[in-house]
């Protein structure tokens, strides 16, 4: 089973900043990792998919970037309604695994 | 619009059963493999299951591995989760998702596993 870290595990951050957050794989799995914000008491809601390709709806200040066994979700401008957890997720490898999640809150 | 709605949650006794549903609507139910996770309380999210659309393929989280059976019914847009011998550990929302990268999702049913 692949096994995915992310850090950190809590980060507190100020509005309009930018902020990174890393996913990595206990082994490559190309470009197979996609990226979800859930908010309290919500569905997660998936914002990058296969790495680094944006969705429509989702606003342009996520991106994402990697491939193998290092990836970055990035917040360019973080706004007060982007408070929530962030997972990534693989499916290159059955059976498919999340992230435990990095939490952000607003300053 | 593209929609999943989860239902059969409840409350049910350690080895007990409870028979999960996930109906569609929206798109084309059986172009689209799909897949069951879950959350417990305070905890992060949990891959379950997937099956094909064509129901030939499915694949199981060790957890619940030869407890939990999941199956699709493409005429009635509908996606099912059979679970067996359930234990304390298995609470959590359960939810239903369209594709392997998961880009639709209900908003989950909620089972409870209590004595």
């Known amino acids: 089973e692949i096994v995915l870290t992310q850090s950190p595990d809590f980060q507190s951050v100020t509005p309009k900043e930018r902020v990174t957050f890393t996913c990595r794989a206990s082994q490559s799995i190309g470009s197979r990792l996609h990226w979800y914000q859930q908010k309290p008491d919500q569905s997660p809601k998936l914002l990058i998919k296969?790495?680094?390709q944006s969705l429509s709806g989702v606003p342009s200040r996520f991106s994402g970037s990697g491939s193998g066994t290092d990836f970055t979700l990035t917040i360019n401008g973080l706004e007060a309604e982007d408070a929530a957890t962030y997972y990534c997720?693989?499916?290159?490898?059955?059976?498919?695994?999340f992230g435990p999640g990095t939490k952000v809150d607003i300053k | 619009q593209v929609q999943l709605v989860e239902s059969g949650g409840g409350l049910v006794k350690p080895g007990g059963s409870l028979r999960l549903s996930c109906a569609a609507s929206?798109?084309?139910?059986?172009?689209?493999?799909m897949t069951w996770i879950r959350q417990a309380p305070g905890k992060g999210l949990e891959w379950l299951s997937y099956?094909?659309?064509?129901?030939?393929?499915?694949n199981y989280a060790d957890s619940v591995k030869a407890r939990f059976t999941i199956s699709r019914d493409n005429a009635n847009n509908s996606l099912y989760l059979q679970m067996n011998s359930l234990r304390v550990e298995d609470t959590a929302v359960y939810y239903c998702?369209?594709?392997?990268?998961?880009?639709?999702w209900g908003k989950g049913t909620t089972v409870t596993v209590s004595s």
């Open positions: 296969y790495a680094s």
């Open positions: 998702a369209r594709q392997d990268y998961m880009d639709v």
């Open positions: 099956i094909s659309s064509g129901s030939y393929y499915t």
């Open positions: 997720h693989q499916s290159s490898s059955l059976p498919f695994t």
């Open positions: 929206g798109f084309t139910f059986s172009d689209y493999y």
